[in-house]
């Protein structure tokens, strides 16, 4: 198949949505087909390695500088695309270049296939007023998108009942983002120590993701703090960059806990992966995720996971069984508590999520994706009903 994927942010961005992308593009070829990524510019960017993306014109937004907005507007691109000779075009956003791959699908006849990736309405904190409006306006507008299409790809089934609660009519297949389950099993597990300088006696916190507000990370600090009124012999470590990290920063120092918080900053996929290896428990405090691609990442290296009960996470974690899901700040500290003075439970949910994590790796979820493109194009309807019915 030969395939077109629009999308509102891409490398050298860094984000859940970039890094599906990236896996889904990477398995697809090794599958055989051909991918053309449709992007917005970014300085500095370098795509000698990477010659199949095309890249529209951008300007980066004032309240979210890493960001870039991709202008559609590119005089070759309506003939770039004919000449592509494509079989569908997918795109991952139901704003700016998302809407130029629908067009271009429309115009050329293909079948349009749209992952929701994100829960759109938990990001008006970017808008500077009208927050409630932008709410309700975003959720319409990606709604509206969705019954466009052809197909909506959801990461998980959770996100499928809502979107069929804000009226999406049209076939729904959930598919999460797959893992390279081997990265994780593999990584080094004295990592953070080694590189920190971490006691062997201390117990070690993880969380990896973006640091931004939508993250929830200080309704963490505060778990965290009432974790240390119980014990010091714990550090937390916040793995990744963003926006927050200063005002982060300055919170950890307010409330007391500095001295035991460590921020990395960016790592490498070999760094996360000996993170994920040489820490005791992974902790997730977002109420925002699709899927909560970090949650799957920790469980195939054999993390126990204390999150919050939210959309990503209740697809993901099996309450009890390979971490704990909490309704409270209160509730979230002491499950983090049991973990840390229990090393066989932790062993033994550690166990039951790389199981988990197996059935998630990258391959899988690309022959399932593989196979709604193929059921869509073929217009047999009949097996992307079969598709849709299958658990995960």
Excluded at 169 to 181: A, M, Y
Excluded at 183 to 205: Q, Y
Excluded at 269 to 293: C, N, R
């Amino acid at each position: 198949m030969r395939l077109g994927y629009f999308a509102d942010s891409y490398r050298p961005y860094v984000s859940g949505v970039v890094q599906s992308i990236d896996t889904f593009s990477r398995e697809l070829r090794r599958r055989g087909h051909f991918i053309e990524v449709f992007a917005p510019r970014y300085p500095k960017c370098n795509d000698s390695d990477d010659p199949e993306v095309y890249r529209y014109p951008s300007f980066h937004t004032p309240f979210y500088p890493e960001f870039y907005i991709g202008i559609p507007l590119s005089w070759g691109a309506k003939k770039f695309v004919s000449d592509l000779h494509l079989d569908l075009v997918h795109v991952h956003s139901p704003f700016s270049l998302g809407h130029v791959g629908a067009s271009m699908a429309r115009r050329l006849g293909l079948p349009l296939v749209f992952t929701y990736h994100t829960l759109y309405d938990q990001y008006v904190h970017y808008f500077p007023f009208a927050r409630r409006l932008a709410q309700k306006t975003v959720v319409s507008i990606a709604s509206q998108f969705c019954n466009r299409c052809d197909l909506v790809v959801t990461p998980t089934g959770v996100i499928e009942k809502l979107l069929r609660g804000y009226g999406v009519k049209v076939p729904i297949v959930s598919i999460p983002t797959g893992i390279d389950t081997g990265l994780f099993e593999e990584g080094d597990r004295h990592f953070l120590r080694n590189w920190l300088g971490i006691a062997p006696e201390e117990k070690i916190m993880l969380f990896v993701g973006r640091l931004s507000k939508e993250k929830n990370l200080d309704s963490l600090f505060r778990v965290f703090g009432r974790v240390l009124r119980d014990d010091r012999g714990v550090t937390l470590v916040l793995s990744g960059s963003g926006p927050e990290e200063e005002d982060l920063r300055q919170l950890a120092v307010e409330m007391g806990i500095a001295d035991k918080l460590v921020f990395t900053g960016r790592l490498s996929h070999e760094e996360v992966a000996g993170a994920y290896k040489s820490a005791d428990i992974f902790v997730f405090p977002s109420v925002t995720e699709t899927q909560g691609l970090v949650l799957a990442e920790a469980m195939a290296a054999g993390l126990a996971v204390v999150a919050l009960s939210a959309f990503g996470s209740v697809a993901i974690v099996n309450d009890g069984v390979t971490g704990y899901l909490c309704d409270s700040e209160e509730a979230f500290a002491e499950r983090i508590y049991e973990l840390l003075q229990d090393q066989a439970l932790r062993r033994r949910m550690g166990e039951a999520a790389i199981a988990r994590a197996q059935g998630l790796t990258a391959e899988k979820m690309a022959i399932r994706l593989e196979r709604a493109y193929q059921a869509l194009i073929a217009k047999d309807r009949e097996a992307l009903e079969q598709l849709a019915g299958e658990e995960i």
